[in-house]
């Protein structure tokens, strides 16, 4: 239900704030008064268009929210309002309110939900979980036929038929799928005959994952073998074999320090020493390069082996993939779609014969639901009729006309809520017909009879006693009072029985402070309900028998 409201610069309303109760809310006051505040307020945070004319003068943007408690909602709508949300990325409702908040300035608006930005083709999503408004030149929710079909799945109780049809759709959607995928991996012959040859190209190159990187390292080496062995006789030269190498050279300077040794034999000793050291490692190093120049291989045949790898891989690369693991890549893929062309005749013919199945499979689940929706459009069409009687529409016929439509998740019919409120007219869509007085009772008929099936928590009616008085009026009261009992509801009227029948009353006004109007709105008590209702019975302030009717009219509403 809608918990608070807040306002402020919007329209004549300078700042107001309400909170609001379950059950009937009747808002009143004089003609001109603004009783429709609440219904503009409520629309812009259902996502209607915000106009930059609404801003109050001298404002430099207009503001509203709205909290909803989402606690007592049907489990299905409080799955669904959480799975909107979820999919909108929006956070969780705290302490199950939902805040919704609406800034319009002269650049345009602004929409939030829970303190997140939001767009307002969102806020339209929930605005159709949560409120219905009836009102002049509204779109209403029970005015579309998929609504309407889903209303009278509600008051067929055909739930069970429903999640089936849906599931099968589902299969039959899955295996179209299927069959499309199919279709695309068709091969011509040009093309199978492509695939085969690079596959059998692949295989026979035999690639190894790591494989380029030692072959490459192998080549280097055997490329360069004769330099190798040019450049270790010029190291083993200098170390030992040369005049004056190395070798020749530490020998003399070996000598030397020998020399320094008999004159001071400590420190000599050490010189001696790390010298014989190093004569010691270029000796090692001087083996060590000799035998490293007798290993080394001049195969001039297995270095061409080694080049024709090489050239083999990056074909293959060029060819395939930039790496050798996306060629073995391509290979698989190019595997996976030559067993799927091979599968496909016998994948083909499994899914056309299970598609065979599930079609009959939902034109049956079709004719079921077709069935019982004909037969319960037949007593809901009677009962909404039989309600219609009750608010002046005497002669008025009502009837919910099934149409064959294309099949899908819901079946394979569509519905059109159809009246005619005078004998002698033609039975039109309700959809189309002009009158907002009209429409409005006609959608109390309605939700009076699927008040237990239609999940919309809060309900506003705007006009619904146009045009009505005495017994008709009394009787849209009592449907009224009906239908609050599953929903908040909201009626703006000027009917003072109407008006007494709400559980709540509240009284718009206007008036003039510092050359400006304002309007505000407020909860009365019961004796300011009195004087409001005998205002409205249009007689003086002091008049004891309009005060006594006043009186009465709140006393029997209250029995109900």
């Known amino acids: 239900m809608l918990e608070s409201l807040y306002i402020k610069n ?8 309400l909170d609001f109760a379950a059950g009937l809310n009747t808002v009143s006051g004089e003609t001109g008064a603004g009783k429709s505040l609440i219904l503009g307020a409520v629309q812009l945070l259902a996502g209607s268009r915000a106009l930059q004319s609404s801003i109050r003068k001298g404002s430099s943007n207009a503001e ?17 309002l959480s799975a909107l949300l979820e999919r909108a990325g929006l956070p969780p409702c705290e302490e199950d309110r939902l805040l919704i908040r609406r800034v319009i300035s002269e650049n345009g608006s602004r929409a939030f939900v829970n303190g997140v930005p939001v767009t307002v083709a969102l806020l339209k999503e929930l605005g159709e979980l949560l409120v219905d408004i009836h009102g002049p030149n509204d779109n209403h929710s029970l005015l579309n036929p998929h609504k309407q079909l889903e209303l009278l799945d509600s008051y067929a109780k055909n739930n069970e038929a429903l999640l089936l049809c849906s599931k099968v759709w589902r299969r039959l959607e899955d295996c179209a799928a ?15 005959q492509l695939l085969e040859f690079q596959l059998q190209e692949i295989e026979e190159a035999e690639l190894q994952e790591d494989e380029e990187e030692k072959i490459g390292a192998r080549h280097r080496l055997a490329a360069q073998a004769q330099r190798l062995l040019e450049l270790t006789a010029i190291a083993v030269g200098n170390i030992s074999e040369e005049e004056n190498c190395l070798g020749e050279q530490i020998a003399a300077v070996v000598r030397t320090l020998r020399d320094i040794e008999h004159i001071d034999p400590d420190k000599g000793a050490q010189f001696v020493e790390q010298i014989e050291n190093i004569s010691d490692m270029l000796n090692d190093l001087g083996m060590e390069l000799q035998d490293y120049a007798d290993n080394v291989e001049t195969n001039e045949e297995e270095l061409h082996r080694l080049e024709e790898r090489l050239d083999l891989i990056q ?9 050798i693991s996306a060629v073995l890549a391509t290979a698989q893929r190019i595997r996976q779609r030559l067993q799927s ?19 009959q499979e939902h034109e049956e689940v079709c004719r079921v639901l077709t069935q019982r929706r004909k037969a319960a459009a037949l007593d809901m069409a009677a009962d909404i009729t039989d309600k219609l009687a009750h608010l002046g529409f005497d002669k008025a016929t009502f009837a919910l006309k099934l149409y064959d439509c294309k099949p899908g998740a819901q079946g394979a019919d569509r519905l059109e809520f159809c009246f005619a409120p005078n004998v002698g007219e033609e039975m039109l869509p309700l959809r189309q017909i002009a009158s907002s007085g009209e429409i409005a009772r006609v959608m109390l008929a ?10 919309v928590p809060v309900l506003v009616f705007d006009e619904i006693d146009a045009n009505v008085g005495g017994r008709i009026a009394a009787a849209v009261a009592k449907e009224l009072q009906s239908v609050s009992q599953k929903h908040q509801v909201f009626s703006i009227t000027h009917m003072p029985i109407i008006a007494a029948a709400g559980e ?13 109007t304002i309007a505000e709105m407020k909860l009365l008590d019961q004796d300011e309900r009195v004087t409001e209702l005998v205002r409205m019975l249009g007689a003086q302030k002091d008049s004891e028998s309009a005060t006594k009717h006043a009186r009465e009219m709140l006393r029997e509403a209250a029995i109900k």
Request: proline share 2%; aromatic share 6%.
């Open 178 to 192: 299927a069959l499309q995928a199919l279709e695309q991996v068709s091969l011509h012959p040009e093309e199978l």
């Open 10 to 17: 919007f329209a004549l309303v300078s700042e107001l704030e």
């Open 315 to 323: 074909k293959m690369k060029r060819k395939y993939g930039a790496n």
């Open 64 to 80: 509203l929210s709205g909290i909803f408690n989402i606690s007592a909602l049907s489990p299905a709508l409080h799955a669904e």
């Open 341 to 359: 062309a091979q599968n496909k005749t016998e994948e083909m013919q499994t899914l056309l014969a299970q598609q065979g199945k599930l079609r």
């Open 446 to 455: 309605i939700k009076t009879v699927l008040c237990h099936e239609d999940k």
């Open 504 to 516: 709540n009353h509240y009284l718009v006004s206007k008036f003039v402070e510092k050359q400006r």
